[in-house]
């Protein structure tokens, strides 16, 4: 355990701590954008799939 703790010390006195912040930030905003872009695509191809449906 005191290997562990020294290891996340060492971890966050280096400038690797707040770049690996910031990545899983920017992952997370790339995540959302993602998602959302997809819902509303998938969206708007379900209405144009029903209404193709309901014309034919």
Request: proline share 2%; net charge positive; glycine share 8%.
């Amino acid at each position: 355990m005191k290997n562990f703790a020294s290891k996340i010390n060492r971890f966050l006195k280096s400038e690797d701590g707040p770049t690996a912040v910031e990545y899983a930030v920017m992952l997370a905003l790339i995540v959302v954008v993602c998602l959302g872009a997809i819902t509303s695509i998938g969206t708007k191809a379900s209405s144009t799939f029903t209404s193709v449906a309901g014309q034919l």
